[in-house]
């Protein structure tokens, strides 16, 4: 009989054959392998280190794979990576010979059958346990090789260095070690020459990998994640240098308008408001030392940019009350005062008059005479001329008497006159010196600010080199 379809003139009693045989073969690979199980087991305690000789300590070969940097939170200073560790060692009691098991070299065990090292992130941080736990089965070779392959998320902790926040890099240091053997007991042993396989690493959001290493002992790997600093310059350099912008433009607006000093208090109430919303975005711990430098930074690198910035705005808010006090007084400056404004700061601003003076003697203009002394001296000649009048031709006395009142009002508009003109040039040289002192101001506070701005956003080149 011959069968139908793609099997067309084959033999049923071959398809058959070759089914029985399968078949067989399925329930005698089963059979083998619970026999190697039960041969294996028996008088087995997964307890007891596999070694026979107990003097000599079980090398364990770890290979640590970093998948991928979860996040690490600033203010609890905690690392969370995924991992990947794959692990194998020697058992002493589970060798056989493939011969006896129908050639079969390798097969899989429950891991709580079998003797596991307890190998567990020492650096372990929260509450987590921090051991590495198998996966269901543990490959096991002919030859009592045990692998082992252990995924998961790993919280660890991470001493911060923050002075140069955001542009910082880190370096995070995975402890591991066994709890319940020491170094004559259990020996780790280093199989991975990096931390990273770049086909399955995935790359993180907020950090970059920029460096790894791993010492010999295989207790210690150490890599250096390096901060995506995209986000905290818009989110908070931005805003303070557009502050920062307007509290300088302040100083192109006359120094005795009022809105300047409304607009200096208002600046740095702004950049109060917006330190105080965005403070829970900054690190609040970590270490500041720069070791390297030996000096102490007690801010971090943000940190330091605002409080230049409130520093200078408070110094604008203070600049605008001197200058709103200068012109508004009404009393003259000391002479030395003077001397050092409206001279020695005048010729370094720029702000000096250009008034020609004679060259020699002769060409001094004649001196004029003053006008009022003369007009003072006129009245009272007509005074006194009008007493000799009256004695010598009996004018009357209450003409004398209008006479001497007109010198008096004329004496006393004299003298406002003379008022007038220095209160005059009191407020022209305290607008002077406002002037003078405003610029001054501008320029000192707008080369600190300069200064400032591009040694931070110049940081992580300086850093780098």
């Not at 979860?70 to 493939?98: C, E, F």
Request: aromatic share 8%; charged share 20%; with cysteine.
């Amino acid at each position: 009989m011959r069968l139908d379809g793609p099997l067309k003139g084959v033999p049923v009693m071959s398809v058959l054959l070759v089914f029985f045989l399968t078949t067989l073969h399925s329930v005698t690979g089963s059979d083998e392998v619970r026999n190697l199980y039960n041969a294996m087991m028996t008088n087995y305690s997964s307890h007891v280190r596999p070694a026979r000789n107990f003097t000599k300590p079980t090398a364990v070969y770890m290979d640590i794979a970093l998948n991928k940097i979860i996040g690490l939170n600033d203010r609890a200073q905690v690392l969370t990576t995924l991992l990947s560790v794959h692990m194998h060692w020697k058992d002493d009691y589970m060798t056989w010979d493939p011969a006896d098991f129908g050639g079969m070299t390798s097969a899989n065990f429950p891991s709580e059958a079998l003797w596991t090292p307890k190998i567990n992130l020492q650096n372990k941080a929260g509450d987590t346990d921090g051991s590495l736990e198998p996966l269901d089965d543990l490959k096991v070779f002919w030859d009592g090789r045990v692998v082992s392959v252990h995924p998961g998320t790993l919280y660890s902790s991470c001493r911060l260095r923050l002075q140069h926040f955001p542009f910082d890099t880190q370096t995070c240091t995975l402890l591991f070690g066994p709890w319940n053997h020491d170094d004559t007991e259990l020996l780790l042993v280093n199989q991975s020459d990096t931390l990273v396989n770049p086909d399955h690493y995935t790359e993180s959001v907020e950090w970059a990998l920029i460096e790894d290493s791993i010492r010999p002992q295989l207790t210690h790997h150490t890599y250096n994640p390096h901060g995506k600093f995209g986000h905290y310059l818009f989110a908070l350099f931005l805003p303070c240098a557009l502050l920062l912008t307007m509290v300088l433009s302040g100083y192109l607006l006359p120094p005795s308008a009022p809105v300047r000093l409304q607009m200096s208090i208002t600046m740095l109430l702004a950049l109060v408001v917006l330190q105080l919303t965005i403070i829970n975005s900054l690190p609040a711990s970590g270490d500041l030392t720069l070791i390297s430098r030996n000096r102490t930074a007690l801010f971090s690198l943000s940190a330091q940019y605002y409080v230049v910035v409130i520093v200078i705005t408070s110094l604008s808010v203070i600049n605008a009350g001197i200058l709103t006090h200068i012109i508004n007084r009404r009393k003259p400056m000391g002479p030395w005062v003077e001397k050092i404004i409206l001279v020695y700061l005048a010729y370094v601003m720029c702000e000096v008059e250009n008034r020609p003076e004679p060259v020699c003697e002769n060409d001094k203009a004649p001196k004029q005479p003053d006008n009022d002394q003369d007009q003072e001296n006129s009245v009272e000649v007509a005074s006194l001329a009008g007493d000799e009048a009256h004695q010598q031709t009996g004018v009357p006395k209450d003409i004398q008497i209008l006479l001497q009142n007109i010198s008096t009002d004329l004496h006393l508009l004299t003298e406002d006159k003379k008022n007038s003109r220095r209160s005059n040039d009191t407020v022209r040289k305290q607008a002077k010196a406002a002037r003078i002192l405003n610029k001054l101001a501008f320029i000192v506070l707008g080369i600190t600010s300069f200064a400032f701005t591009v040694n931070f956003l110049l940081w992580p080149f300086h850093s780098a080199a």
